[in-house]
């Protein structure tokens, strides 16, 4: 299994201002996944982001408030921008892969906005 | 279209009592399904997982059985301790996207 780091681990932002988290992996990956966590819910998937290739949002997510980047097979970023109190979740990454197409978590990102 | 639905919680059980967790999918084609965990302040962890009708995931006690007939992956754990106090959500891959049950709280008090 890989092993996913990510950064900040928590941080607390004021409205207006963006945030960019890190994630880190192990080993090479090809497919890399970013999920909201709101509150006491179920994971959200935001987008897929493969590296050399633009990242596919799902619905209710657009580039402009979530870009991302894919450098390399090892790393990815996601920015919350123009933030507001409505974005105060957790945000994990994750990597697919593996024989029988399980996903590998990070341990999340605890965003709180003010 | 695809989904999996979770047995609603808080779930509260006395150290040693026998755990249940119901899980039930929708899916066309043949998932695969999996039972993560998320202790409190962390991510997720993978506790298991099947790929097939009939197989039978296992890990630190729980056990979970893939049944195409009554599409169901329960999840089981003969006695649980107050350290599997944890969030544990249900999931399951077609292979172009992963599901997520919407999880159910677990708390062992001693």
């Known amino acids: 299994s890989a092993v996913i780091s990510q950064k900040p681990s928590r941080d607390i932002c004021q409205r207006g201002t963006s945030l960019t988290i890190q994630c880190q992996v192990d080993s090479q990956v090809t497919m890399m996944f970013w999920y909201r966590q709101q509150p006491g819910q179920s994971l959200t998937l935001i987008a897929t982001a493969n590296q050399g290739s633009e990242a596919t949002y799902e619905s209710g997510f657009v580039i402009d408030k979530f870009p991302i980047s894919r450098p390399n097979l090892t790393f990815s970023t996601l920015t919350v921008s123009n933030m507001s109190p409505e974005d105060s979740s957790i945000y994990l990454c994750s990597v697919g892969g593996g024989t029988y197409y399980e996903q590998y978590f990070g341990p999340g990102t605890r965003l709180t906005v003010t | 279209g695809d989904s999996v639905t979770q047995m609603e919680g808080p779930v509260t059980l006395s150290e040693e009592a026998f755990l249940t967790i119901n899980c039930t999918y929708t899916?066309?084609?043949?998932?695969?399904l999996f039972w993560y965990v998320q202790y409190p302040g962390e991510g997720l962890q993978l506790l298991l997982k099947?790929?097939?009708?009939?197989d039978k995931g296992s890990n630190k006690g729980f056990e979970a059985t893939y049944r195409k007939e009554t599409t169901s992956f329960h999840l089981e754990k003969g006695s649980v301790q107050v350290s599997d106090s944890a969030v544990y959500f249900c999931a399951l891959n077609t292979g172009n996207q992963f599901y997520f049950g919407t999880g159910t709280s677990l708390t062992v008090i001693p």
């Open positions: 899916a066309t084609g043949y998932p695969s």
């Open positions: 099947a790929t097939k009708a009939d």
